[in-house]
């Protein structure tokens, strides 16, 4: 069963406007993490930003914010004010421990983001 | 900041050749490193968790004897890929977690590596 979905395959923002990315988790862990991160078409996995499972404020980092709502087990990034070089696969993540308690990354299928000028 | 690199970032060659990728971190000490596969258009496949001074441990599906990965050092893993075949290009990318970091620390990723397999 899919643990983070990413339920847009692509969306399409207008430059200087708000976007929010959807992801959604499963897990039965109480502590764990969420990341998301940006993939340029050239390829480089750029980190933007972190929730912990035990975060009580929204996590922010410049035009990045985290819409964190633990009981609906969704972690939405919100985007304000697209730039033009915003464009590229956004990847949703989640870190938890497997059977063999090491601690992995669970990934998203990605979401492709185009911001229009 | 965090920097990991990733060498060749492209290569090309021939079919039934071995190809190695080199993994670094530049600024920090890693004990694990994983290596991720990545198609066109898809997510991120985790290959192999790589840990500093012992045997890798590989995903389900993943060929051990086919993906050789060795992390001989806090600074350095590599892959190679034996015997190389067509079906073996692909985007493989390594990440990094800072040995000083903590839980909430993300991984830090190198630039991948474009492979194709004539």
């Known amino acids: 069963a899919q643990k983070i979905t990413q339920t847009q395959p692509g969306m399409f923002v207008q430059e200087k406007e708000a976007v929010t990315l959807d992801c959604t988790y499963d897990?039965?862990?109480?502590?764990?993490?969420l990341f998301w991160y940006k993939q340029p078409s050239s390829g480089e996995m750029i980190f933007l930003i972190y929730?912990?499972?035990?975060d009580e404020q929204n996590a922010t980092e410049g035009r990045y914010s985290l819409n964190f709502q633990k009981a609906r087990k969704s972690a939405n990034l919100v985007i304000s004010a697209s730039q033009l070089g915003d464009s590229a696969m956004y990847f949703c993540?989640?870190?938890?421990?497997?059977?063999?308690?090491?601690?992995?990354?669970?990934w998203g299928l990605g979401t492709s983001l185009a911001v229009n000028p | 900041g965090a920097v990991v690199s990733q060498h060749p970032s492209r290569v090309i060659c021939k079919s039934g050749t071995s190809v190695k990728i080199e993994c670094r971190s530049l600024?920090?000490?890693?004990?694990?490193m994983f290596w991720y596969r990545q198609f066109p258009k898809q997510s991120l496949m985790l290959m192999a968790t790589?840990?500093?001074?012992?045997?890798?441990?590989?995903e389900q599906g993943v060929e051990k004897d086919k993906f050789l990965i060795n992390h001989a050092s806090l600074t350095l893993s590599t892959l190679t890929v034996t015997s190389a075949h067509p079906e073996d290009s692909s985007f493989y990318i390594c990440?990094?977690?800072?040995?000083?970091?903590?839980?909430?620390?993300?991984?830090?990723f190198g630039n991948g590596t474009r492979l194709t397999v004539t």
């Open positions: 990440s990094a977690r800072d040995l000083a970091g903590s839980y909430n620390s993300p991984l830090h």
């Open positions: 600024d920090f000490q890693a004990t694990t």
């Open positions: 790589s840990n500093e001074g012992s045997k890798a441990t590989y």
């Open positions: 897990t039965s862990d109480q502590s764990y993490g």
């Open positions: 929730q912990g499972s035990y």
């Open positions: 993540a989640m870190r938890e421990r497997d059977a063999g308690n090491n601690r992995k990354l669970i």
